[in-house]
């Protein structure tokens, strides 16, 4: 029963437009009697509702609350993770999540160094020209990223190739971090991964570096980067 039920909010999460019972049974491969008594079950706890306009039935309001405990739940585990990456690296380390557009930061600890790359909690960053933003759509199904890549180089007017783009996010997914060489702010490189949360919202943990000193402290930050991205895989099958 709780399987079918988050079948079916995952196929409503996936709709912009509302479903209704047939289409979800489609979706689902389940009958639609089942699939009625189920949503009818979801109804009354606000988890699903049905437009007012008629258009079907979406997500309730419900699931936001869920998700802002969630949300908060991942910063408040993460925050150790965060703390060890930037004493052993001695940079700052981000935490972000992929909402809408683009990166938004959730939570910072500030690196040790005099100079060092500091952003705001609540601050949004691009996808494409960022570490943590092009770690999030290494993690997306390609469709996806390159629709999410030209959509945001149209709105920013930016022109790019987008093969290659989708070449060098091929490689980032193999390689499991993502970089960004002077690319979003000049001056300031960074490398990241990309991590699910249990609801299966997409985050990222980056490491802004001044480009002065990225090259030669690259490679011991992958190590590091790598083994925080196996605790935080441990972590969330918890």
């Given amino acids: 029963m709780i399987a079918r039920a988050a079948a079916i ?3 409503l999460r996936d709709s912009h437009s509302g479903m209704s019972l047939g289409q979800i049974a489609e979706q689902v491969g389940l009958p639609r009697s089942t699939v009625q008594r189920i949503v009818a079950a979801l109804q009354q706890e606000r988890l699903v509702i049905a437009q007012a306009s008629g258009g079907g039935l ?3 309001p419900e699931l936001t609350t869920l998700a802002e405990a969630a949300r908060f739940n991942v910063v408040e585990r993460c925050r150790p993770l965060l703390t060890e990456l930037a004493r052993k690296t001695g ?3 981000d935490l972000s999540v992929l909402r809408g557009t683009g990166m938004v930061f959730l939570d910072q600890i500030a690196g040790t160094q ?3 790359a500091i952003s705001s909690v609540g601050e949004v960053f691009p996808l494409t020209d960022t570490a943590n933003g092009r770690a999030c759509l290494a ?3 390609e469709d996806e990223a390159r629709h999410r890549t030209q959509e945001e180089w149209a709105r920013r007017g930016v022109s790019g190739d ?3 783009f989708m070449s060098m996010l091929a490689r980032m997914r193999e390689r499991g971090i993502a970089h960004d060489l002077d690319e979003h ?3 300031i490189s960074a490398l990241g991964f990309a991590f699910r949360d249990l609801a299966g919202d997409l985050h990222a943990i980056s490491v802004p570096v001044p480009s002065t000193r990225f090259r030669e402290k690259r490679q011991q930050i992958a190590a590091d980067l790598s083994v925080t991205k196996a605790h935080v895989a ?3 099958t918890l």
């Fill in 185 to 187: 702010h000049e001056g």
């Fill in 58 to 60: 979406r997500l309730g």
């Fill in 162 to 164: 987008i093969e290659h």
């Fill in 9 to 11: 909010l995952r196929v």
């Fill in 91 to 93: 940079e700052t380390v």
């Fill in 234 to 236: 441990a972590m969330m």
């Fill in 139 to 141: 993690m997306l199904p």
């Fill in 114 to 116: 005099r100079l060092r």
